[in-house]
T-cell receptor
Framework: DQQVKQNSPSLSVQEGRISILNCDYT??????FLWYKKYPAEGPTFLIS?????DKNEDGRFTVFLNKSAKHLSLHIVPSQPGDSAVYFC?????????????FGGGTRVLVKP | KAGVTQTPRYLIKTRGQQVTLSCSPI?????VSWYQQTPGQGLQFLFE???????NKGNFPGRFSGRQFSNSRSEMNVSTLELGDSALYLC?????????????FGSGTQLSVL
């Protein structure tokens, strides 16, 4: 049972335009969400996070939106740059468990065309 | 500050063998987690160690084990390797594994089982 889903396996966008990545979750105990970016042959790199008490968090070109009632979050990248081409993972952490157990989505491969 | 270091970078083993992977967390980080990444299953949580104790465990068979040393370095061991164990094994660290801490990942060990 996939508790975190990224339904779009890939996304292609023109340089300078907005990239919107979506993520859905089913576990209502999740209260902290993170986005990671991954290049081939490297480990994931943290991008941005949001706790369940907020509905938006912004950091430079990256904004994450959380809709708790819909159990949905999205990552907006504006403007998209060729260096943003990578695989993006959303991840969630539950409120009940101590420690670092993240549940990841399957990832969305983003290609930014110059 | 040095990042999370994983060794070896690549490993080739045959079925039935065992393997040990090593992870050195960021200096000062006491929580170390391990994840398995495969094309079909995405990133899956294996276990987390904090202060030399396993604090969380994912849904993997007992062939997967780990430990943490007093200097926070961690090893994971896979015994009786199967073809399906071929994957990228990622180690991540954080200060204490607190609920709102972000994880820093190493570049991973790519394990191929023949």
């Amino acid at each position: 049972d996939q508790q975190v889903k990224q339904n779009s396996p890939s996304l292609s966008v023109q340089e300078g335009r907005i990239s919107i990545l979506n993520c859905d979750y089913t576990n209502s105990m999740f209260d902290y969400f993170l986005w990671y970016k991954k290049y081939p042959a490297e480990g994931p790199t943290f991008l941005i996070s949001i706790s369940s008490i907020k509905d938006k968090n912004e950091d430079g070109r990256f904004t994450v939106f959380l809709n708790k009632s819909a159990k949905h979050l999205s990552l907006h990248i504006v403007p998209s740059q060729p260096g943003d081409s990578a695989v993006y993972f959303c991840a969630a952490r539950g409120s009940g468990a101590a420690g670092n157990k993240l549940t990841f989505g399957g990832g969305t491969r983003v290609l930014v065309k110059p | 500050k040095a990042g999370v270091t994983q060794t070896p970078r690549y490993l080739i083993k045959t079925r039935g063998q065992q393997v040990t992977l090593s992870c050195s967390p960021i200096s000062g980080h006491r929580s170390v987690s391990w994840y398995q990444q495969t094309p079909g299953q995405g990133l899956q949580f294996l276990f987390e160690y904090f202060s030399e104790t396993q604090r969380n465990k994912g849904n993997f068979p007992g062939r997967f084990s780990g430990r943490q040393f007093s200097n926070s370095r961690s090893e994971m061991n896979v015994s009786t390797l199967e073809l399906g164990d071929s994957a990228l094994y990622l180690c991540a660290s954080s200060l204490e594994g607190g609920r709102f801490e972000k994880l820093f990942f190493g570049s991973g060990t790519q394990l191929s089982v023949l």
